[in-house]
Structure formats: structure tokens, C-alpha cells
């Protein structure tokens, strides 16, 4: 989506409820630059309003850029007033008010990084200055509850140093209709809610306690602090630093698989569970920067340190798991599952940048060494007690105790790593008037560091316990595991698969201005890359792009941008994997039959597959009297792929227009309409019995193809409106979203299908997805004093939305073995009502 005009963000500010101008607040996104949240996206800044003197003391009149946008209006400031003696000034101002939500207020879609809520909301700013030394400090705050809250204090002295602290909370509604079946969501341990027996409860006993359980949210909570300090060392050298510590708390729906449930009734078990979330990252930046008259350069230090509350975490099963071979398995009691490991990421960097006045030019070289290392300790393979697996010959079952502790591992620790290194290099000429030639080289290289052998010295086995212990409960002979005897002929992934990678670009282009209204581009890019263990060892990109600025009319800017793409490379090998399966290892025996192949010969992944791209931007900004502006713009991204199997096409397209007026700083206006659309085109073929891995062939016969065409359809379109009355504000804004993807499929044959016979069901197409939101603003603000103003705001807001995977849960979350926790999506209407009282210290 294109961004709202500038001149609309400020007269938005005093409603500041659309969550599009807000995003950034919400989402966490962004390195803290800006400190905002849902009400207040700007952090205060504008909240008055626009200067009636606009941009320049010598006219009010709005200003343009180069290329025909209207600036937006400079916010208003308040009047200093002096405090002491006189020598600092000083301005502040705290603001009161209530919210009030109504209708569906526990809707995931309306909460998502807002989870707004009744009560008391608290805003506040407060400066002081002083003018003999340029001295300053500033300090703003929001706190709209507990979790959605900002404080931020900056002080320093102009040209001298800056000092920034703040604190911040945001939250992260991921379900407002989930029902969990287990106690203690959001610790590291799940236990089934009284009623229900860990490997002993039926389908029917499951699906009850689940309908009578109410609807609870799921949420994570960012909390982030952090401080940075700026100081010159003397006009040439400035030091830089910054730390910051984040940390997230809560649940999120995840899933807790048991092995498949679909292909076999009453067996498996696939669970949506709770999963906890509680873990933080440490962050550090320094460095030195040197600005001279010829020479410039930057030495700099960045450091990431994140850390688990915990190592891991587990969830009781409901469900027990029986064989299909009619033996007898030992009940599987909880599964488990490690969390994201520690690590720690390291780089150093520095670049220097020479003038070079003869040519009008500039010489940029930049290195960095970069390290990310996992060192965290690992956890047993098995948390279980007794046996599991399944009592048939040749041994089907296992101890617990060779699998539930650490020396069932090779090593305790992951030790892993991954090593960059970076080199750049820019040379920009201007070898006479009108005319620039720049050209850029780069090096990457990433190697891994580390090889982990998934051994148990304790029972000579290769390999992993799949899903739980639960697969090899319920299939024989699929436990996971290898050795030289009863399971020599097992196939399982016995080490990682480190992926280096070395990567070579060089880019060279020039920009012509023939004329004072026209400017002409060209630029060509080579880029070769060279990858291990992938299905393409070395990738050879050729890329062209093509510019047009045009200003011929002085109502009228024009700029259009061509590229052309074209992915190359060496032959396509389809398993390059082999080196970390069983199949490697001495000893192995090849199964009657031969091994089933990785995948399809065929197969193309997209990443590294040969493909084609044409991307063509066209964008022209209208400069109409009255102080009026239009933007148009149209995109279009064409990728093609050289796959029979995979992904062939991906094509989007979009179109937007843009009317934005301000005649006055009282009066701002704008409209919006866009529209996109983007087709994925994607083929495959069911696998069936054999180790022939050629498409065509009887493992992957014809009869067994299948295509799927996903497309998706998007509007966008909105109004804003913000006029004075005499001292009085009103603000009005529309936004509508709408969304629509819809996915077709065929095949050859219902052989195409994992169960064929559910082939007279196929449709051809899946229900439409619908994604529709619309919303109503409206405010006005008005003195009551001197020092005292009111705010009076509503948001209204009406969401459609459907999505098929969801379809059915209304009636229940549990289908056989299958247990989902989120509800999905549902439509929704919310009304939010705000009053704001301000005082003017």
C-alpha cells in the first residue's frame, strides 16, 4: 500500500485512530526512531495541529518537493515560557481522558496490536530550553494500559551530544477465541484441564471440555528499554552508542504434532497448543565516526544476545496412540519441544569514503566480519518414562532411559556457527555536467562452522525420535532410528546440512541528463553465487534496469523504471541432501525395492531455479491550481520460472491514484484509491510406491499431476478530511480494505489425490477468502479556556472475514485426534468512543 500524504498525517494526529498510520507503533518493527502507539502514531508530535505561519517566516503559502508532493504542515509548537531567571524556557501540557469500546471488542482482527480496552488513557510532553547554549530536554509519555505504554526522555546540547532513554509496551493479539484444553498457558508445562486423562481420554470427552471452556486470548507482550547517547568529540569525530533489551511473554497457537491422524481413524494425534513464549535479545551498537574535508569513514561494533527463560517445554496428550501392526504400545503420556536456541551474533565493521574533487566524485570501501554462534546446551531426545514404541521383532521398542537424558546425544552442546564475511566497494563519477557513472562491487562469503552428529553412544543408533516417539508407536519400523542391524535399512537425516554460501556482484550504470527537464538511467547488474549442498551449485543473475524522470511541463513529473531479469546457472541436481541421511553411512542395506526418491527429478525450488523477471513502474505526480496534487502510479511484476514441477509463475500488478489538497494550514483534504492483484501458478505430482525419481515414471506417474492457480484481488480506498472552525478542529477519515483470493486446482486423475476416493468431492476450486474492513473517524477538538481544550473522538469499524481453513469450528475445535485451540477469523463490528481532556501547563 502507498503511503498517505504528509499533509493528511498532521491533521490525523489529534484523532490518531487509523491503525494503517499507526502500524509501525504497533508491530514493534523499526529500530526506535519513532515512539508511538495506536492513539498517538506520532509520539505528540503535531498534536496541535498546523503552524498558521506554515513552513517560512516569510510566507504561509505550502511548499513542494522536487517531484511535485505538497510538504506536510509544520506542526504547531507551543509558546516557552520562561522558568527561573530566565536562562531555560520551558512548555508542557497533560492530557486526560477515557475510552470506551463496545460490540465485538474481543475480536482477534480488531485487537491485533492495539488490545484496546476500557479505561483511564494518560498522555503528557514536557520541554525545556535554554538559548545561550542550545541546551534541551524533552520528555513524552503515553499509557494507554499496561501493556500499550511509551515513556521516552531526550536531552542534550545542540552540536555537542544527545542522550535518548526510553521504555516501551506493545501487545501482539494473536487469538481472542481460543479454548485450550490445558491448565498453565504461558508456562513451560501443559497439563490437561481436570476431566481429561493424559493418553486416556476419547474424542467425545475432548470436543466437550473444549465447548464448555470460554474464550480466552492469546497475546505477547513486548516490553523494550534501551538508551543511546550521541557526543561530538570535536567538529571531525563523534562517538556513538546504544543499548536496548527486549522481551516478550505470553502464548501463541502452535502446533504439537502426535503423528497423522487423517489417514488413520481414532490414532495420532495433531494438537494445537498454547505455546509459551518468554524470551529476550539483548542489543548493543558503537562505534566511531570520522567526517573530514576529503576523507570520511565509520569503525563500528554491533552485538545481539538472545536468550529462553527456558530450554524447552511440554504438553500433555490426551489422546494414546495404538499400532496398526495390532501390537501392543506403551502409553506416550507428553510431548515436548525445544525452544529457539541461545545465540549470540557479532560484527565489526568499517568503511572509508574518499572526495574525489577532480571528478566531482566520491570512493566508498566497506568491510564487515560478522560471527552468529549457537552454543546452547541441548535437550535429551525423549521425555518419557518406561518404554515406547511398539513390543514386536525385531525390537520395534525402546528403553526411555537410553533416550531421556543427555548422554543419548554426541554432545551436550550445539556448538554451532556461522561465519560472514562482507567487502564493498562504490565508485561514483561525475565526468562532466549532466552526466554520472557509478559502479558498485560486492563480496559475501557465509560459511558454517560446526557439524553435529545425531548419535546415541548408548545405543549405536543414528538418527532422531520422530514426532514424539509416536510415529514408531503406531507404524512399525518408523521410529526414526539407524544402526548396523534389525534397522540397517531405515532411512533418517543423521548430521545438519550446512549451506555456504559465496556471493559475487558487480553493478555499473550511468545517469544522462540531456536536458534540465529530462534525466535518463541505465544500470547492469551481474551477480554470481555459488552454494553448497544446494540443488544449484552456482546461480548466474544478469539484470538491466532502465529510468525516465521527465519534468518537460511544470505541472506535471514523470518517472518510469524498467527492469529485466534473467537466473542462469549450472545443471539442476534434485538431492544434493544425501550426505545427511542414513543412506551415507557404512553398513547401510538398500531395502528391497530400492529407496523411495527425495523428491521428484523435476522439481524446480524457486530460490535457485532458472526464472525470468520483467518489473515495469510508471509514476506521474499532477500539480493543480488551487494547491491540489494528484498522483497516479501503475507496477507490474512479471516472474516466470523454468519448472515442470514447483512454482512456474508468480505475476502482480497494481494501480493507485491519490488527490490531495491543502489550500490553507486550516484546511487539509485527501483521497485515495488503489488496487493490486498477483496470480501464483503452482504444479506437483502425488508420489506413489517405487524409486524411480523421474516425472513420468512409476513413482511419479502422469496420472498423478496436479496444478493449483492462486489468485488474489485487493482494494484499497480512503478520505480524510481535517478543517478549523474558528477554534475549533473537526477530523473525518475513511478507510476501506477489501480482499479477495480465491484457489483453483485440477488434476490428471484422481490418482493426483492422497485419498483417491475423496476425488467425486473436488470442486475445482477452495471457498473464497474474504478479508474486509471497513472504518469510520470522526472528531472534533475545542477550547474550553485559555488552557484547557476538549477532544471528542469515534471510530467505528465493520470487519467481513472468511477463511476456509477455519470453516466448521463454530460447531467444535475437535475433529477425531485433531484439537485446535484458535477459533480463526470472524466478522465483527466495533465502535470506540474517546474524550481527551488537555491542560496547557
Known amino acids: 500500500m502507498w503511503k498517505r500524504p504528509h499533509a493528511c498525517r498532521w491533521s490525523l494526529l489529534p484523532l490518531a485512530l487509523l491503525a494503517g498510520l499507526a502500524q509501525a507503533q504497533d508491530s514493534g518493527s523499526g529500530i526506535d526512531l519513532q515512539f508511538g502507539n495506536w492513539l498517538d502514531p506520532s509520539g505528540r508530535v503535531g498534536w496541535r495541529g498546523c503552524d498558521p505561519d506554515g513552513t517560512s517566516w516569510l510566507t504561509a503559502a505550502p511548499k513542494r518537493t522536487p517531484t511535485g508532493f505538497l510538504y506536510g504542515c509544520n506542526p504547531q509548537m507551543p509558546a516557552l515560557k520562561p522558568a527561573g531567571d530566565g536562562a531555560w524556557q520551558w512548555a508542557g501540557d497533560v492530557a486526560l481522558g477515557y475510552l470506551h469500546v ?110 464448555a471452556l470460554p474464550l480466552t486470548t492469546l497475546s505477547v507482550v513486548r516490553d523494550k528499554q534501551g538508551v543511546s547517547i550521541n557526543y561530538l568529540l570535536n567538529p571531525r569525530w563523534t562517538t556513538y552508542a546504544s543499548l536496548t533489551h527486549e522481551e516478550r511473554k505470553g502464548a501463541r497457537p502452535f502446533g504439537g504434532p502426535f503423528f497423522f491422524n487423517y489417514p488413520f481413524a481414532n490414532n495420532g494425534g495433531i494438537y494445537e497448543i498454547p505455546r509459551p513464549i518468554d524470551d529476550s535479545t539483548l542489543n548493543f551498537t558503537g562505534g566511531f565516526r570520522f567526517v573530514g574535508n576529503l576523507w570520511r569513514s565509520d569503525f563500528s561494533y554491533t552485538g545481539s544476545f538472545f536468550r529462553h527463560a527456558s530450554r524447552g517445554y511440554s504438553y500433555e496428550v490426551p489422546f494414546a496412540v495404538t499400532s496398526v501392526a495390532g501390537a501392543s504400545s506403551p502409553p506416550l503420556y507428553q510431548g515436548s519441544f525445544a525452544y529457539e536456541p541461545d545465540n549470540d551474533y557479532h560484527r565489526i565493521g568499517a568503511s572509508f569514503s ?115 516417539g509416536s510415529q514408531g508407536s503406531v507404524v512399525p519400523g518408523e521410529m526414526g532410528v539407524w544402526d548396523g542391524g534389525a534397522n540397517s535399512s531405515v532411512l533418517t537425516r543423521i548430521r545438519n546440512l550446512p549451506l555456504d554460501k559465496e556471493t559475487r556482484e558487480i553493478s555499473t550504470g550511468m545517469d544522462w541528463r540531456p536536458s534540465t527537464r529530462n534525466t535518463l538511467g541505465a544500470t547492469y547488474t551481474f551477480t554470481w553465487i555459488e552454494r553448497a549442498h544446494r540443488e544449484v551449485a552456482t546461480t548466474r543473475d544478469n539484470a538491466v534496469k532502465l529510468s525516465w524522470n521527465n519534468r518537460t511541463a511544470d505541472w506535471l513529473s514523470f518517472r518510469a523504471n524498467y527492469t529485466w531479469l534473467d537466473r542462469g546457472g549450472s545443471a539442476y541436481y534434485y538431492d544434493p541432501y544425501e550426505f545427511t541421511f542414513s543412506s551415507s553411512l557404512p553398513g547401510f542395506v538398500e531395502p528391497a525395492g530400492g529407496l523411495s526418491p527425495h523428491t521428484v527429478a523435476a522439481l524446480r525450488k524457486y530460490d535457485i531455479a532458472s526464472r525470468t523477471q520483467q518489473k515495469l513502474d510508471l509514476m506521474a505526480t499532477f500539480v493543480l491550481p488551487r494547491d491540489m496534487t494528484v498522483y497516479v502510479s501503475a507496477r507490474g511484476d512479471r516472474n516466470h520460472y523454468d519448472a515442470q514441477i514447483g512454482r512456474r509463475k508468480l505475476d502482480s500488478y497494481a494501480t493507485s491514484v491519490q488527490w490531495e489538497w491543502q489550500p490553507n494550514p486550516d484546511t487539509t483534504a485527501s483521497a485515495w484509491y488503489g488496487h493490486d492483484r498477483s496470480e501464483l501458478v503452482f504444479a506437483n505430482v502425488n508420489d506413489a510406491v517405487g524409486s524411480d525419481p523421474e516425472l513420468g515414471g512409476p513413482t511419479y506417474p502422469e496420472a498423478s499431476r496436479w496444478w493449483m492457480d492462486d489468485t488474489q484481488r485487493n482494494h484499497y480506498a480512503g478520505l480524510n478530511l481535517s478543517r478549523r472552525l474558528g477554534r475549533a478542529t473537526l477530523d473525518l477519515a475513511w478507510n476501506w480494505t477489501s480482499s479477495r483470493g480465491r484457489t483453483g486446482y485440477r488434476m490428471n486423475s484422481p490418482d493426483a489425490l492422497t485419498v483417491p476416493a475423496n476425488a467425486p468431492l473436488a470442486s475445482g476450486s477452495y471457498p473464497l477468502m474474504v478479508y474486509r474492513v471497513n472504518t469510520l473517524t470522526a472528531g472534533l477538538s475545542m477550547p474550553l479556556g485559555r488552557r484547557t481544550r476538549l477532544r471528542v473522538f469515534d471510530t467505528w469499524e465493520r470487519g467481513n472475514l472468511s477463511d476456509w481453513h477455519y470453516f466448521g469450528f463454530e460447531d467444535t475445535l475437535v475433529y477425531d485426534h485433531r484439537v485446535y485451540t484458535d477459533g480463526g477469523p470472524s466478522n465483527y463490528r466495533v465502535n470506540l468512543l474517546g474524550m481527551m481532556l488537555e491542560v496547557a501547563l
Open 102 to 211: 463496545s460490540g465485538d471488542t474481543a475480536n482477534t482482527n480488531w485487537r491485533r496490536f492495539r488490545d484496546p480496552d476500557d479505561g483511564l488513557v494518560l498522555q503528557a510532553d514536557f520541554s525545556l530550553r535554554r538559548a545561550a547554549d542550545g541546551s534541551y530536554a524533552d520528555v513524552r509519555l503515553s499509557r494507554l494500559q499496561r501493556d500499550n505504554q511509551y515513556y521516552r526522555a531526550v536531552l542534550g546540547q545542540a552540536g555537542r551530544y544527545k542522550v535518548q532513554a526510553f521504555a516501551r509496551s506493545s501487545p501482539n493479539v494473536l487469538s481472542g477465541n481460543a479454548r485450550s484444553i490445558w491448565d498453565g498457558v504461558g508456562s513451560d508445562h501443559l497439563t490437561l484441564k481436570p476431566g481429561l486423562a493424559a493418553a486416556g481420554s476419547s474424542s467425545a470427552q475432548v470436543a466437550a471440555i473444549s465447548a
Open 354 to 468: 574518499r572526495r574525489l574533487p577532480a571528478w566531482k566524485g566520491d570512493f566508498t570501501l566497506a568491510a564487515a566480519l560478522t560471527t552468529m554462534r549457537q552454543n546452547d546446551r541441548l535437550l535429551p531426545p525423549m521425555d518419557c518414562q518406561g518404554q515406547f514404541g511398539q513390543n514386536l521383532a525385531p525390537p520395534f521398542i525402546a528403553n526411555c532411559a537410553n533416550w531421556n537424558t543427555t548422554a543419548a546425544l554426541s554432545r551436550d552442546r550445539a556448538d554451532m556457527a556461522i561465519n560472514n564475511q562482507k567487502f564493498d566497494a562504490r565508485l561514483v563519477l561525475q565526468p562532466m555536467d549532466g552526466l554520472t557513472w557509478r559502479s558498485t562491487a560486492r563480496y559475501l562469503r557465509e560459511d558454517y562452522a560446526g557439524t553435529y552428529w545425531s548419535y546415541n553412544p548408548l545405543t549405536d543408533q543414528w538418527g532422531y525420535i520422530a514426532e514424539n
